[in-house]
């Protein structure tokens, strides 16, 4: 499973949420009662967080929401996620990892 790859900004000290939408090639309701899970790692793949994941309607399981609260901590430069969802049955699927900067705000951490 892949994301578009093209890097975006995240200012350290605001929460971090994003939705993540699954390829239309799976139908709706195909991942529901898949456990997602997600962490955030610098490209040393030191580990950085792990994000809260939820699917927005886990009938459909078409979207994941996902959040981390508290970002203060979060080194300076390029990090990345991925999402792993596993099956019921322990069958493991991951999606391609997505690349954003953290960066310095001007009012914050």
């Avoid at 605001?14 to 991942?31: I, M, N, Y």
């Avoid at 610098?42 to 078409?62: G, K, M, Y």
Wanted: proline fraction near 7%.
């Amino acid at each position: 499973m892949t994301c578009k790859n093209e890097p975006f900004n995240h200012t350290r000290g605001a929460s971090f949420q994003l939705g993540v939408r699954l390829p239309s090639r799976f139908p709706d309701g195909h991942f529901a009662g898949w456990v997602p899970t997600s962490k955030v790692v610098t490209e040393d793949d030191e580990a950085v967080a792990t994000l809260e994941v939820q699917w927005q309607d886990p009938a459909i399981a078409r979207v994941l929401l996902l959040k981390c609260l508290g970002t203060d901590s979060w080194p300076i430069g390029l990090a990345r996620f991925d999402v792993r969802l596993t099956s019921p049955d322990g069958f493991v699927l991951m999606t391609t990892p997505k690349h954003f900067y953290v960066v310095k705000g001007a009012t914050g951490a």
